[in-house]
C-alpha cells in the first residue's frame, strides 16, 4: 500500500479502510516476510517505517506502557522538517501546539536542529533562544484523524499506562529542518537511535495487531475527516485538555509518559 493510497483513505474518513490497510501491512511484518525493523523513537513510542518514498513515508507508531521507552536528551517539544497527517487506530492521543517567543539572550531554550543520518541523529545546537509556552490543547480519539504543517512546534502526549497506535503519513519538506527545544546549556550532541531486531520487531508488529483485534472508537462521534466540522487541522474538539499532565517531568526534565525509561546511548558531543 502507497502513500498515496492511504492519504485518500484518512482524508477520505474511510477509517475502516485505512485499519485494513494497516492490518495487511502489519501482519506482514508479524509473519517476517519484510525486512523492516522497529525503533524505540526518542518520543517514548515504538516506530515500524512501513513504507518509504521518496519524500513520501508511512509509518505506525505504537505508545505501549509494557514496552522500554528512550527519553529524548532535549524535550518533546519539536517541529517536523514534513507535513504530518495522523490517523489513530487505537486509544487517543493528545496534541498540544506550542507557541515559541524568539528571546535573544533571555529565552531560556535553546533551538536544535536535528539532522538523522545511518542510525544517528545530530542535535546542533544554534544561535536561537526562545522562550515556549502551551496553546491549544487537544484529544484525538481512535477514528479521528488531525494534520500538522510542517514546520509547527508541537508536543504528542499519551495518558500513563494506556496503549495508542497511530498510522503517521510524512511529505518532507526539504526547505525546513527538523527542529527540537531543549534547555539553553545544552550543547551539540549526537543520539544513537535504538533498533529492534527482527525478531522482536515481528513480536512488536504482533502485540500491535492484538490490540487493533480489540480496538473500537475510544471517544464521541465518528470518523472525521481533517480539517472537517472540528477545528481545522485537528479532528479533536477544541478546548480538550490533555490528560496525561505536564509536557515536562519533574525539575523541568523530559517527561516520557508511561513505561520503562530507558535513556538512549550516552549522547556524544559534537
Not at 475502516?16 to 501491512?25: G, I, Q
Not at 515504538?46 to 505506525?60: A, F, I, K, Q
Not at 529565552?107 to 543520518?117: A, L, M, N, P, T
Not at 545544552?186 to 520487531?201: D, F, I, L, N
Amino acid at each position: 500500500m502507497s502513500y498515496l493510497a492511504f492519504d485518500q483513505a484518512i482524508r477520505n474518513g474511510a477509517a475502516s479502510e485505512t485499519v485494513s490497510m494497516c492490518r495487511d501491512l502489519l501482519t506482514e511484518v508479524a509473519e517476517g516476510r519484510c525486512d523492516l525493523v522497529a525503533i524505540r523513537h526518542p518520543l517514548g513510542f515504538l516506530c515500524l517505517p512501513l513504507s518509504r518514498d521518496h519524500d513520501h513515508g508511512v509509518c505506525v507508531h505504537h505508545w505501549d506502557p509494557d514496552a522500554p521507552r528512550t527519553a529524548p536528551t532535549t524535550s518533546p517539544v519539536h517541529a517536523h522538517s514534513w507535513d504530518l497527517l495522523s490517523f489513530v487506530l487505537h486509544g487517543r492521543v493528545g496534541n498540544t501546539s506550542v507557541r515559541v517567543t524568539e528571546n535573544g539572550v533571555g529565552g531560556g531554550w535553546r533551538v536544535f536542529e536535528v539532522h538523522s543520518r545511518d542510525g544517528i541523529d545530530q542535535m546542533v545546537a544554534t544561535a536561537r533562544l526562545v522562550d515556549w509556552e502551551p496553546q491549544e490543547e487537544s484529544v484525538v480519539y481512535a477514528g479521528q484523524s488531525y494534520v500538522l504543517p510542517a514546520g509547527r512546534f508541537h508536543a504528542s502526549v499519551v495518558e500513563d499506562g494506556t496503549h495508542a497506535v497511530t498510522v503517521v503519513l510524512g511529505r518532507t519538506r526539504a526547505e525546513i529542518p527538523d527542529l527540537s527545544l531543549g534547555p539553553r546549556d545544552t550543547r551539540s550532541h549526537r543520539v544513537p537511535r535504538q533498533r529492534c531486531g527482527t525478531g522482536e520487531t515481528a513480536r512488536i508488529a504482533r502485540t500491535i495487531l492484538t490490540t487493533l483485534a480489540g480496538a473500537a472508537p475510544t471517544g464521541p462521534g465518528d470518523s472525521t475527516k481533517p480539517g472537517g466540522s472540528n477545528k481545522p487541522g485537528c479532528s479533536a474538539k477544541t478546548g480538550d485538555s490533555v490528560e496525561s499532565g505536564s509536557l515536562l517531568g519533574p525539575g523541568g526534565g523530559p517527561h516520557v509518559p508511561g513505561g520503562r525509561v530507558v535513556q538512549c546511548d550516552q549522547p556524544t558531543s559534537i
